[in-house]
């Protein structure tokens, strides 16, 4: 027996749900595409910005305090007990191998290499760029960029170049304390919990960590802090409407530069590596 065809009003309604998905699909390719343009754009005028008069060197360092000193206390306890975890962690998987004296090399290199870097960035994303953006976007929402363009002043330049260079300065210098206190936890579970000496546990993170482990680390540093800057500073300028948009836009702040965060980590160590 030969099947019934499908009548004309089912094949319309197929096509129909099926354009339905394209134009959706299209409409989020085409938000997609115009967000990252628009925040390219944004990161040009901002690189002219910093090479161009007038230089905004207070505002920068009003930036690297508010941005950076007071984002140590949440950098450094993050790291601390990550590397006490670490620490009892792998002391508790390499017992039964005999390797108890590896947990300063296993601490050490995953702090430097991973860890650190990324925990501090996903801290201060979470801190720093969504304050960017509620800064910005109750300026914009008041219309404070306006006044500023109506006196002839960049909001780019005087709003966006000063974050962007205190996020990229201080990220190194955040991740740095946040390495050192993350080895220092697992000094002192080492110590207490373990029953090792710390003179072993120097030595181990002396003779495994090189230079080339540190610089990796920190350089990644220096891309997280330009994305986070970035994604929060454009969002908080596309605010519009009230202050239900401000939170919305901090939202997705936190949630986008998270995301950059973990992705741009990946083929950064692919390139590290490669190198």
Not at 85 to 95: C, D, H, K
Not at 155 to 160: A, E, G, M, S
């Amino acid at each position: 027996m030969t099947q019934p065809q499908p009548s004309a009003t089912a094949i319309f309604y197929r096509n129909l749900r099926w354009l339905k998905f394209v134009d959706r699909f299209g409409r989020k390719g085409s938000q997609i595409l115009e967000y990252i343009g628009g925040l390219t754009e944004l990161l040009g005028q901002a690189a002219v910005g910093c090479v161009t008069r007038p230089f905004y060197s207070t505002e920068v360092l009003n930036q690297m305090d508010e941005l950076g000193v007071k984002s140590v206390s949440i950098t450094g306890i993050t790291a601390l007990f990550t590397g006490m975890v670490l620490a009892l962690q792998t002391a508790y998987s390499l017992e039964a191998f005999g390797g108890k004296m590896f947990v300063g090399r296993v601490v050490s290199l995953s702090l430097v290499r991973e860890l650190g870097p990324v925990l501090t960035a996903l801290m201060v994303g979470g801190r720093v760029g969504s304050g960017i953006t509620a800064e910005l976007g109750s300026m914009t929402v008041t219309e404070q960029v306006d006044a500023l363009r109506a006196m002839a002043i960049s909001p780019v330049r005087r709003l966006v170049v000063p974050r962007l260079i205190a996020t990229i300065f201080m990220m190194p210098v955040l991740t740095s304390i946040a390495d050192l206190l993350g080895i220092l936890g697992g000094l002192g579970i080492a110590v207490l919990e373990l029953q090792m000496t710390a003179q072993d546990y120097i030595t181990s993170i002396w003779q495994q960590l090189q230079i080339s482990d540190i610089c990796s680390g920190l350089a990644k540093t220096v891309f997280f802090g330009l994305e986070i800057a970035a994604i929060g500073c454009y969002n908080g300028l596309r605010v519009e409407g009230g202050a239900a948009s401000v939170g919305q836009a901090t939202t997705r702040t936190v949630v986008f530069a998270s995301i950059c965060v973990l992705v741009s980590d990946f083929f950064l160590t692919k390139l590290f590596l490669a190198l």
